[in-house]
Nanobody
């Protein structure tokens, strides 16, 4: 199994920046994709950014040009968030998909709160 731990959330003013981190541990060598999701109060969880093993990163329309997903190694994934807006307020979750042959498993972090407010 894989364990995901997010960090870096907090309170930031509109226009500010935050960098979220996701540390993966466990059986991480079969991770097929890393992604960030978010869930605002009363809303469904939505994809923010995704980095597949093959292909480039993709972003949800509301964050294009402002957020960047990156990895510096197999364990750590980041979400750089710039020009933050109040509507970005949500719990942000790190996600990974593990694929072993025909088996596909999803793993989620515990979430980290991001609040954009004056």
């Amino acid at each position: 199994q894989v364990q995901l731990v997010e960090s870096g959330g907090g309170l930031v003013q509109p226009g500010g920046s935050l960098r979220l981190s996701c540390a993966a541990s466990g059986s991480i060598f079969n991770i097929n994709v890393m992604a960030w999701y978010r869930q605002a109060p009363g809303k469904e969880r939505e994809l923010v950014a995704i980095m597949p093993r093959i292909g480039g990163a993709q972003y949800a329309d509301p964050v294009k040009g402002r957020f960047t997903i990156s990895r510096d190694n197999i364990k750590n994934t980041y979400l750089q968030m710039n020009s933050l807006r109040p509507e970005d307020t949500a719990i942000y979750y790190c996600y990974c998909n593990v694929q072993i042959y025909d088996s596909s498993l999803d793993y989620w972090g515990q979430g980290t709160q991001v609040t954009v407010s004056s």
